[in-house]
Structures are given as C-alpha cells and as structure tokens.
C-alpha cells in the first residue's frame, strides 16, 4: 500500500503564520505492524532504534538474526523492513551480554539458548490450586502478625 504525502495548513495565530509542514498519512499497515506480535504491551521497533537502545550495530543483529534464526525473530513489513518486538531487543541484549561481556561464542550462546528453551518446556507449571493454598497461608500468617503488632506489643 503506497504511502500518501499529504499537505498540512496551520491556522494562523496573531500576525505569524507557519509555512505548511508535509507530513505521512498513516495507512492500516503502520497501525497493524504496531500492535502485532506475541508481546502486545510493546511498539514493534526498527533496527535503527534497536541499535540505539542496544548498542549493537545494525549489521550485527542482522547476522545474529540469520545466527539464531531460532530463538531471534523480526517480523517484516510490507516493504520488507525489520521490526523487532520487545521480547527480541531482551534476547538481543541477552546475546550481547553473553558475547561481549562473558565472552562466550556464537555457538556456546546457540547451545546455551537451546538448553533454556527445552528446560522453559519442561519445567511444570505450579498448579493454580497450590498457588492459591501458599497464597492462602502467607496472607493468614501476615494477618496474625499485623493483630500481634496491633493489639498485645506495644
């Protein structure tokens, strides 16, 4: 879907008057690429501003991207440009730590991702029922220590 270039007057206040500004149309594209992908708390970024809240260079997340085609995702527009969700700038910025800071290589971080996706896979799941009876206990065991503090120390 082409773009449209659209021409913006501004309203003139007391003797100035502002030269009129062009600015994008916004199509339904834009507003899908902005609320799609897995975390929908998020804006989709660009590789630009992923490099300018990472620190890593734009050719490096793409080789990362063909390196952990697995575990790293973009997600591409109609024009064929990467949008990153904020679940990938975490695992970018993982990588990165696991790269630069402890020095690890490509493919101990491959290994190293693959391990956590299987033990994130196989590790239970804490059944609501037990949740709710742990819950249970600490809010009666808080309860009993508000009434000490309130009522018999003082």
């Not at 991207?65 to 993982?94: C, H, W, Y």
Request: charged fraction near 25%.
């Amino acid at each position: 879907m082409p773009i449209k270039v659209v021409e913006v007057h501004t309203v003139r206040q007391g003797n100035s008057t502002q030269p009129p500004t062009r600015r994008r149309q916004s199509s339904n594209a834009d507003y899908r690429m902005s609320h799609f992908g897995d975390n929908h708390s998020g804006r989709l970024l660009t590789i630009g501003q992923v490099t300018a809240l990472t620190g890593v260079r734009k050719s490096t997340i793409r080789h990362w991207e063909r390196e952990f085609q697995d575990f790293l995702m973009s997600v591409r527009t109609e024009g064929n440009q990467r949008r990153f969700s904020p679940d990938a700038v975490q695992k970018i910025e993982k990588i990165k730590t696991l790269v630069e800071e402890q020095g690890m290589t490509l493919k101990g971080v491959r290994r190293l991702l693959e391990v956590d996706q299987q033990h994130a896979q196989t590790a239970p799941a804490a059944e609501p029922a037990q949740t709710d009876v742990s819950l249970q206990k600490l809010a009666e065991l808080m309860s009993e220590q508000i009434i000490r503090r309130l009522f018999y120390e003082k």
